[in-house]
Nanobody, 127 residues
Framework: EVQLVESGGGLVQAGVSLRLSCAASGFTFDDVFIGWFRQAPGKVRDGVSSISSRDGSTDYADSVKGRFTISADNAKNTAYLQMNSLKPEDTAVYYC????????????????????WGQGIQVTVSS
């Protein structure tokens, strides 16, 4: 059974940093795409970032480029999202996602490419 468990969220002030973790199980971490999506109240779910566990290549939404960094530790089956210079507009529920058995990087614009989702974790940034 595939499981994705997020941790590290919380309530912080604008300008500070948070690191989200995603502990994965039930699949081989060797050649998959791990990503993060987020959903703010009243808004659609948006792709934030993704990483290839095979070659470490990454992709970011324009809104987080230069502030967020995605990484993966294949030995620990864990992915991370380092979020710096947080802004109130980063407030959302963040979801860890995984795409299995795909030949190329799934687009961040399409949540349907990702096969499994975590339960989500709240990140709230106050101004």
């Amino acid at each position: 059974e595939v499981q994705l468990v997020e941790s590290g969220g919380g309530l912080v002030q604008a300008g500070v940093s948070l690191r989200l973790s995603c502990a994965a199980s039930g699949f081989t971490f060797d050649d998959v795409f791990i990503g993060w999506f987020r959903q703010a109240p009243g808004k659609v779910r948006d792709g934030v970032s993704s990483i290839s566990s095979r070659d470490g290549s990454t992709d970011y939404a324009d809104s987080v480029k230069g502030r967020f960094t995605i990484s993966a530790d294949n030995a620990k089956n864990t992915a991370y999202l380092q979020m710096n210079s947080l802004k109130p507009e980063d407030t959302a529920v963040y979801y860890c996602v995984v795409a299995l058995g795909v030949a190329g990087r799934p687009p961040l614009t399409s949540a349907g490419w990702y096969d499994y989702w975590g339960q989500g974790i709240q990140v709230t940034v106050s101004s």
